[in-house]
């Protein structure tokens, strides 16, 4: 029995038109080109890199794509069990005919083609978003992004803010901060806070929906006086990188909490994705040298999310074992949204545990259910559909076999942690 | 076959007479008078307000049960996806002939009125009780309660120390010691001692079996010198809660210390319910203010454990992510016992995993299953029934199913945590 | 469905011949000589002390094994739920024609002469690999351990460095080091160095496949200069256990460093078993007096990965809320390898929850499924088959009913994990 309700549940979930809340997509060329795209995500170069190959093998310039991806094929056989190789295999099948469970030499090459052609279609993201029954996906912008050229009902604007917190110290990026808002960046905290104001109008009338940020496990955010944040400022500005450490945290918590009063004064959420520790393994390959402490708490949090009633705080942990605290965070804090699974937590088996604790203990209306976090629009698909089967099954399970629901009530249910919340939370800018 | 173990376990195991060994049981007033008891329980009024129900909604003064009930009734369709949602809805059909899935405005005037009706008469909490196949409640009492007027035999005493551990700087925590105990709480360590002891001694006789405190993360006992402990009470004494931090910890360890001396000497247990943060969310409403930060870990009790071999600790873990540890010193400590499942960690997900990890490393002896920590009597019944359904499940997966056992022998060790431990670790003062 | 690919990919599991890759055999003694060597093993004695049997009944000298071993009977019923107790049970079964469940005062005094009947036997060592169907175990010795007496291809050495690491202060360990490499350990960090050298070099002559240590949570391995290590070096030559805690720290760090540096050089994987804090419960028995402290993270071990990456470290964790960073290390450095379930992370839901994660995101090349850490040859059989049938199961559910593979598949993957990374991980010197 739960194992037909958990099938008819799925199939409700999957006929559900989505909003991905949070993707790295470029809107200027949203879908793959060749079967090197789908292979040169991370996933794979680092997976790929971690069994054995060579990282100058996975990054040599100017090779081919068709080169590329043969030597990849070549070391893909130890990945075959991950849930990220299941992911490349899924699109294979739904966008390529593909009709194996392995790719490998002795098909790779009739795939490249098969793939190769249908990308070359004009419509061909179009196609991508419509057989993956996806309406829109929110994008993953720098701040100094000119937000043209593309559909934004489609490809949604999103503040991206890690320069502006961690890397004010560096020239490049105070000079993209001047040059895009032709606000003097010099030691005034009002030249700042202008300067950062004037990027938020800039997205949200572009049709912006969330300001979002990615934190290490030590930052803890504070309020800072002006007077403390001037003194940081200028010691930042006149030394960049070579400034005083505990200067340059000040600088981050000011600028930090500078973005959560704009976000509390222009009505949109603030994203946190809290728990990265960059660069751990220096020599990985390109977006695989990123790790973390799982020794992190929301308490690190407590000044924030009750300085800001107002701001909701859609919140991603990275490591597993921060997910009861954010059940709790969430079932206590107003202003605290549970938000997707994270990266090192996005597969099956951390899913299905923390989706679970979830369910069964935060308001329905305070928990956004996934995002891909897709580089590519054809990994939306598989990374979707692997989280709406463990939702059907968790609905199934959990509340149709022991709770008693109807499977309409589940559906119901998981209906509004798949999209409404994500159209309640980061609504329209009217 | 799993499916029927189960239900004939979970059936033997509800025929089973309970001890509820940890309650906030009030015994002048034990059960609800109206639906707005059981709504004002913190889960629904803080689940209510995270889903956006402002605070003075909920809390206005001399606001009218049905009143209040109303409002509630009107935010409770965000929570339905809860646990606690669910204990609500089993109380209902329980106690009031309620036959619906669902509490709201359709249908919860006239389940006022039947819950109304039915709380008016005279023996409605032994109703209760009896309904509930509960023999006794353990209370959770002040230190200076009279202890009188209620029966001890269903409504068991224990000592509750919080105050006197961690807020003997407040002038009114010294001034209720010293007027109930008639001792003068001056600079002296002895005076200081004999007031707690005679507490002991007053328990007692009234019946207690146990000592119980609740502890932040931070928390790590130690014995501290006679000098040591001097120096801090004059100072908390002169200060107030103005005395230096450190004092008003080496007070802390000195009050905790000579608690644990006092649970020796008496042989009673002493119940540690350790990782809270009182006051993380501080407008919250009334009881969810307090989170955590899962940061914590039992080596911070290594002294205590060892220092006193002969007093039993049944403890409570706030979070999961300490389960495995609470496992493991049970498994090495023999004064450490596992105790329920306590607060954010006692949503059915979380007590399937902790409860599993227990019933196969821990000694049999040495597990209390479960305690309700309930406010009113009428939530004993469907917390203990939720943890009734997961004890079933575990016993028929793990023990029937995968080692081999008779559903007789599982329901053995399904009684022995459920109840007969119970008993045996805090036995009736002879 | 997934019942019948459970049983029988558990049927292929179990036809694999293995090899254990970390055991505390002794290889001159490596089976029991009667049910007190497996009753001595310390899941049993901690376990019975746990549940209140004293110390002085189960550490009596000369005891005679039948008086032990009954005394230790009347004291195990409170363990029947256990993990530990099913292993005996399985033992018994499988090689004592045992037919109960439970073993008591009724039936002991006959399986206990059985078992020492058949003990007996000259050739029960093999008699019991036979039957366990395992080829080879390794081993756990001591660095000046001759290595002499036994077969190197059924006990493979293992070089186990904890006394070099943490105990090089005591007068007794820097003498044995001494006397079997015949090299001065004074001032001179380069006899130093040449000493472990000497040791690696008798080790791997002799068939040693591994180096191994476990270590403490607070352990943060870094590279120490010439200048500091002397200093170090000097002062614990001097002072012994008395020297500068720090220099005692920086000491087992130099001294660790070099353990790596000879592995890179000698290629041989350095197991670190991470997260033991010894003697925590001073008054427990023999080897049951270790806990943790689960706030341990790999970005300890940052360093050390990026500074040699052609050392394989196989990676056990004591606590399972290390897993998942052990996951994502491993499938982010190809030099961390997961390796298998460890003491407090050994029963089955945690086995079967860390084994899940690992199956579906780190390279099948990069997982040592399982080891015992048995101390007697019998114990290799129960534990393997508790891991095999938590494997199968999971094979059956994740790969087979979800991801669509076949069996057979699904049988390769875990002939990998159990047996094939063994192989190719820890390589025969050639």
Request: hydrophobic share 40%.
């Given at each position: 029995m739960s194992e037909s309700s958990r099938e008819s549940i799925y199939q409700a979930l999957a006929s559900i038109r989505l909003v991905d809340p949070h993707t790295h997509i470029n809107p200027h060329s949203?879908?793959?080109?060749?079967?090197?795209?789908?292979?040169?995500?991370?996933?794979?170069?680092?997976?790929?890199?971690?069994?054995?190959?060579?990282?100058?093998?996975?990054?040599?310039?100017?090779?081919?794509?068709?080169?590329?991806?043969?030597?990849?094929?070549?070391?893909?056989?130890?990945?075959?069990n991950t849930a990220q190789y299941q992911w490349l295999v899924e699109i294979c099948r739904k966008f390529f005919n593909f009709e194996g469970d392995r790719i490998d030499e002795s098909n790779w090459e009739t795939?490249?083609?098969?793939?190769?052609?249908?990308?070359?279609?004009?419509?061909?993201?179009?196609?991508?978003?419509?057989?993956?029954?996806?309406?829109?996906?929110?994008?993953?912008?720098?701040?100094?992004?000119?937000?043209?050229?593309f559909d934004t009902d489609t490809y949604i604007p999103c503040l991206r803010t890690d320069d502006?917190?961690?890397?004010?110290?560096?020239?490049?990026?105070?000079?993209?901060?001047?040059?895009?808002?032709?606000?003097?960046?010099?030691g005034s905290l009002t030249n700042l806070r202008n300067a950062?104001?004037?990027?938020?109008?800039?997205?949200?009338?572009?049709?912006?929906?969330?300001?979002?940020i990615s934190l290490p496990p030590t930052f803890e955010p504070k309020c800072v006086?002006?007077?403390?944040?001037?003194?940081?400022?200028?010691?930042?500005?006149?030394?960049?990188?070579?400034?005083?450490?505990?200067?340059?945290?000040?600088?981050?918590?000011?600028?930090?909490?500078?973005?959560a009063e704009l976000c509390d004064h222009h009505g949109i959420p603030f994203d946190l994705m809290i728990g990265v520790n960059r660069g751990v393994y220096a020599d990985g390959v390109y977006q695989g040298q990123d790790l973390y402490?799982?020794?992190?708490?929301?308490?690190?949090?407590?000044?924030?999310f009750n300085a800001f009633p107002k701001v909701n705080f859609p919140i991603s942990v990275l490591a597993s074992v921060t997910n009861q605290e954010l059940v709790s965070y969430s079932w206590i804090f107003p202003n605290v949204i549970t938000n997707g699974h994270?990266?090192?937590?996005?597969?099956?088996?951390?899913?299905?545990?923390?989706?679970?604790?979830?369910?069964?203990?935060?308001?329905?209306?305070?928990?956004?259910?996934?995002?891909?976090?897709?580089?590519k629009l054809e990994f939306v698909h598989p990374k979707f559909d692997?989280?709406?089967?463990?939702?059907?099954?968790?609905?199934?399970?959990?509340?149709?076999?022991?709770?008693?629901?109807?499977?309409?009530?589940?559906?119901?249910?998981?209906?509004?942690?798949?999209?409404d919340n994500v159209d309640r939370i980061f609504p329209k800018p009217s």
């Amino acid at each position: 029995m739960s194992e037909s309700s958990r099938e008819s549940i799925y199939q409700a979930l999957a006929s559900i038109r989505l909003v991905d809340p949070h993707t790295h997509i470029n809107p200027h060329s949203p879908a793959s080109t060749t079967l090197a795209d789908l292979l040169g995500y991370h996933y794979y170069t680092e997976l790929a890199h971690s069994a054995g190959m060579a990282k100058k093998e996975i990054e040599e310039e100017d090779i081919h794509p068709r080169d590329l991806v043969g030597r990849l094929i070549q070391n893909l056989g130890p990945l075959e069990n991950t849930a990220q190789y299941q992911w490349l295999v899924e699109i294979c099948r739904k966008f390529f005919n593909f009709e194996g469970d392995r790719i490998d030499e002795s098909n790779w090459e009739t795939l490249y083609d098969v793939a190769e052609s249908k990308m070359s279609a004009a419509d061909w993201s179009m196609t991508v978003l419509d057989q993956s029954n996806v309406q829109a996906v929110f994008l993953t912008n720098e701040f100094d992004d000119a937000l043209t050229g593309f559909d934004t009902d489609t490809y949604i604007p999103c503040l991206r803010t890690d320069d502006l917190v961690f890397h004010l110290g560096k020239d490049s990026v105070r000079e993209r901060l001047q040059f895009c808002t032709e606000i003097s960046i010099d030691g005034s905290l009002t030249n700042l806070r202008n300067a950062l104001d004037q990027r938020f109008e800039h997205f949200i009338k572009n049709g912006a929906r969330a300001c979002a940020i990615s934190l290490p496990p030590t930052f803890e955010p504070k309020c800072v006086s002006d007077g403390r944040a001037e003194v940081a400022l200028a010691d930042v500005l006149t030394n960049g990188l070579n400034a005083d450490p505990a200067n340059q945290i000040t600088l981050s918590n000011r600028v930090f909490w500078t973005l959560a009063e704009l976000c509390d004064h222009h009505g949109i959420p603030f994203d946190l994705m809290i728990g990265v520790n960059r660069g751990v393994y220096a020599d990985g390959v390109y977006q695989g040298q990123d790790l973390y402490d799982s020794r992190v708490s929301l308490i690190q949090y407590k000044e924030l999310f009750n300085a800001f009633p107002k701001v909701n705080f859609p919140i991603s942990v990275l490591a597993s074992v921060t997910n009861q605290e954010l059940v709790s965070y969430s079932w206590i804090f107003p202003n605290v949204i549970t938000n997707g699974h994270w990266w090192y937590s996005n597969t099956p088996s951390f899913i299905s545990r923390d989706a679970a604790a979830r369910l069964e203990a935060v308001p329905r209306t305070k928990q956004i259910g996934y995002y891909s976090d897709a580089y590519k629009l054809e990994f939306v698909h598989p990374k979707f559909d692997m989280y709406r089967r463990i939702l059907a099954k968790t609905l199934a399970e959990q509340f149709v076999s022991q709770n008693g629901w109807s499977e309409e009530r589940a559906v119901e249910l998981g209906r509004q942690v798949l999209k409404d919340n994500v159209d309640r939370i980061f609504p329209k800018p009217s």
